[in-house]
């Protein structure tokens, strides 16, 4: 009886740190993969009149799925989004900006190639 108890712990250990590697496996296959979806889109903002303007835009762009990172700069007047573009577009965030009653448009010439 003593050798099942430790023959079934030792397989349950060898499961445990299977699902282990395995789980890693994936996940930085996902990682991976998430990497070649991102974008990146430079905003041109209108409408910000006070320093806690920047706060309100940021807030209502990271409400988005497929959102990663928002920055945005009161003195440039303008939000740089990093983004998944299969789960959330530009027209999308520009959207949200504008229902947060502030002005959108992609930045010429800064967002090329990207």
Do not use: H
Not at 20 to 32: E, I, N, P, Q, R
Not at 54 to 70: C, D, E, F, H, Q
Request: aromatic share 8%; hydrophobic share 40%.
């Amino acid at each position: 009886m003593m050798k099942n108890t430790i023959q079934i712990r030792k397989t349950v250990r060898s499961v445990f740190i299977l699902v282990f590697l395995l789980s890693s496996v994936v996940y930085t296959g996902y990682a991976w993969s998430a990497q070649g979806n991102l974008k990146k889109v430079t905003l041109k903002i209108e409408g910000m009149r006070c320093i806690t303007c920047p706060a309100t835009i940021k807030a209502a762009l990271k409400r988005l799925p497929g959102v990663i990172n928002v920055a945005v700069s009161y003195k440039e007047k303008t939000a740089t989004v990093q983004y998944e573009k299969d789960k959330v577009t530009v027209e999308q965030m520009i959207k949200a900006i504008k229902n947060s009653g502030y002005g959108a448009e992609v930045l010429p010439g800064i967002n090329s190639g990207k």
